[in-house]
């Protein structure tokens, strides 16, 4: 795919693998929605929908800022209608947003607001990007979806003693699952859309420097130095545009780890 002209929506572009996506995106003449669930920055962690607008415009880009909470068809549907309207087509969607956030309390006790929670972000948040950004895609002949996953979705070895390993996974029971049923989702949806010239392909950034990781690593929760830098996942997102024929990578999980192996 020849990059130049297109127009994409990424979304948790605020920060992270998302902004980077972002960024190297508009450097190639596309021109970009950058999209986040808010607009001010929360907390610690650095990062608005508007520095990274205003980022990619300095690189001498196109882009639009929209506040958008995935868990919200509303804000799906503006979204798209808003990237629409501001460029006059759609051909990439980088469903890059996820709620991580998790809770270490065993299956009995586990909240099942947050199970829930984390299904509207991760898996019906796509779902619905998905099912509303086709018709545009159909539309300018074909397009390409990148959904982001996680090894998180692997199945495990079950361990017959004390606790099993088990108190280590207690915080991804959510995330993993939801992982998993993203992994299945694209891959289900992808032959249907082949006839349409579309592609929909899962990446697995795998262990990345995120300024989260960073942030942790500061407070000594993990050790962020044996992580890949986050230029790494962006480049298989590229290869994966760019190819003659994307199509090739269509209901796929392609891992960072894998690809950048050696």
Same mark, same amino acid.
């Given at each position: *795919?020849?990059? +130049?002209?297109?127009?994409?929506?990424?979304?948790?572009?605020?920060?992270?693998?998302?902004? /980077?996506?972002?960024?190297?995106?508009?450097?190639?003449?596309?021109?970009?929605?950058?999209?986040?669930?808010?607009?001010? %920055?929360?907390?610690? $962690?650095?990062?608005?929908?508007? #520095?990274?607008?205003?980022?990619?415009?300095?690189?001498?880009?196109?882009?639009?800022?929209? /506040?958008?909470?995935?868990?919200? #068809?509303?804000?799906?549907?503006?979204?798209?209608?808003?990237?629409? %309207?501001?460029?006059?087509?759609?051909?990439?969607?980088?469903?890059?947003?996820?709620?991580?956030?998790?809770?270490?309390?065993?299956?009995?006790?586990?909240?099942?607001?947050?199970?829930?929670? /984390?299904?509207? =972000?991760?898996?019906?948040?796509?779902?619905? *990007?998905?099912?509303?950004?086709?018709?545009?895609?159909?539309? /300018?002949?074909?397009?390409?979806?990148? +959904?982001?996953?996680? =090894?998180?979705?692997?199945?495990?070895?079950?361990?017959?003693?004390?606790?099993?390993?088990?108190?280590? %996974?207690?915080?991804?029971?959510?995330?993993?699952?939801?992982?998993?049923?993203? +992994?299945?989702?694209?891959?289900?949806? &992808?032959?249907?859309?082949?006839?349409? +010239?579309?592609?929909?392909?899962? $990446?697995?950034?795998?262990?990345?420097?995120?300024?989260? *990781?960073?942030?942790?690593?500061?407070?000594?929760?993990?050790?962020?130095?044996?992580?890949?830098?986050?230029?790494?996942?962006?480049?298989?997102?590229?290869?994966?545009?760019? &190819?003659?024929?994307?199509?090739?990578?269509?209901?796929?999980? $392609?891992?960072?780890?894998?690809?950048?192996?050696?």
């Amino acid at each position: *795919m020849d990059l +130049n002209g297109k127009a994409a929506i990424v979304t948790g572009a605020s920060r992270g693998i998302g902004r /980077q996506i972002a960024l190297e995106l508009g450097r190639r003449g596309v021109s970009v929605a950058v999209a986040a669930r808010s607009v001010e %920055q929360k907390g610690r $962690l650095p990062g608005t929908v508007g #520095e990274t607008v205003g980022m990619i415009e300095a690189a001498g880009g196109r882009a639009i800022a929209v /506040q958008a909470d995935v868990t919200r #068809e509303a804000d799906i549907g503006r979204l798209v209608d808003e990237t629409v %309207q501001a460029f006059g087509r759609l051909d990439i969607v980088i469903n890059n947003a996820a709620d991580t956030r998790g809770v270490t309390t065993p299956i009995e006790a586990y909240p099942r607001d947050v199970w829930l929670r /984390q299904f509207d =972000s991760n898996v019906h948040g796509p779902f619905t *990007m998905i099912s509303l950004a086709v018709p545009h895609l159909r539309a /300018q002949g074909g397009g390409v979806i990148v +959904n982001l996953t996680s =090894s998180s979705a692997e199945l495990t070895e079950v361990k017959r003693e004390p606790g099993g390993g088990a108190h280590h %996974q207690l915080n991804l029971i959510g995330y993993g699952a939801t992982k998993a049923a993203l +992994n299945r989702l694209s891959n289900a949806v &992808a032959p249907y859309l082949v006839a349409d +010239n579309i592609a929909v392909v899962c $990446l697995d950034p795998g262990g990345t420097r995120t300024e989260l *990781m960073e942030m942790m690593g500061e407070r000594g929760l993990i050790d962020p130095s044996h992580a890949h830098p986050m230029a790494w996942p962006v480049e298989d997102v590229l290869t994966i545009l760019t &190819a003659d024929d994307p199509l090739q990578y269509a209901g796929q999980i $392609l891992r960072t780890d894998e690809l950048h192996a050696g």
